[in-house]
């Protein structure tokens, strides 16, 4: 009985090593450049990471749009990627900030 709960042990043990190993980490992905759509609405971010499962968070209010990406392919920035948010109120005047670092980003318009 000693014999069978040793085993069992070991293989749980065994097995939540090889989850750990094999596990995505999450990372923080640096967004390079942003470019607004006419209206304000839909930001188009170019960031440092493509072949990877991007995660994004916005978080808006009356001066700031602040974004986090992250990415899950257990691997170093590989390339640049592009993707599209949606905002709940045009851009405008407001400043984005890159929650990877938390810098300010200028965002392109049609005029710029």
Known sequence: ?????RAAAAAVALAAVMAAGCGWVSKS??????????DGLTLELTVASCSADLR????????????WVSSR?????DCAG??????EAP???????????FTEVDVRTGDS
């Open 29 to 38: 992905v640096e967004i390079l450049d942003v470019a607004a759509s006419p």
């Open 73 to 77: 392919n257990g691997m170093e920035p």
């Open 56 to 67: 994004v968070e916005i978080q808006e209010d009356a001066e700031t749009v602040a974004v």
């Open 91 to 101: 851009i405008g005047g407001r400043r984005f900030v890159d929650g990877h670092d």
């Open 82 to 87: 592009e993707l599209t948010v949606l905002l």
């Open 1 to 5: 009985m000693i014999r069978i709960a």
